[in-house]
């Protein structure tokens, strides 16, 4: 089970750091966000593997950036220059040897 969370509300050019921790003790291959805006398909942000390593969806470098703490369980998701149009709910997903898991999706709206 995942268990997003971090979402709010910001203004412009604020920030937030979106969290995703795991229960249980499966492997975990590689952890993701994702978002969906108001009317839009969901979209990939960023993808972090459990060597470290880090893939971003273009729209995004440079202003946000996943991170992940092995210990915890947890990987992050730290939002930056936020705009408008970051509003959306924001989920986060594993990949394991028994296939993918989706947290439930926390809100993030920025007002202008």
């Known amino acids: 089970q995942l268990q997003a969370y971090g979402g709010g509300l910001v203004q412009a050019g604020g920030s937030l750091r979106l969290s995703c921790a795991a229960s249980?003790?499966?492997?975990?291959?590689?952890m993701g966000w994702y978002r969906q805006a108001p009317g839009k398909q969901r979209e990939l942000v960023a993808l972090?593997?459990?060597?470290?390593?880090?893939h971003y969806a273009n729209s995004f470098k440079g202003r946000f950036a996943i991170s992940k703490d092995n210990a915890r369980r947890t990987w992050y998701l730290q939002l930056n220059s936020l705009q408008p149009d970051d509003t959306a709910v924001y989920y986060c997903?594993?990949?394991?040897?028994?296939?993918?898991?989706w947290g439930q999706g926390t809100e993030v709206t920025v007002s202008s």
């Open positions: 972090i593997t459990s060597g470290g390593s880090t």
């Open positions: 997903n594993c990949e394991t040897v028994l296939g993918r898991y």
């Open positions: 249980g003790s499966i492997s975990i291959n590689s």
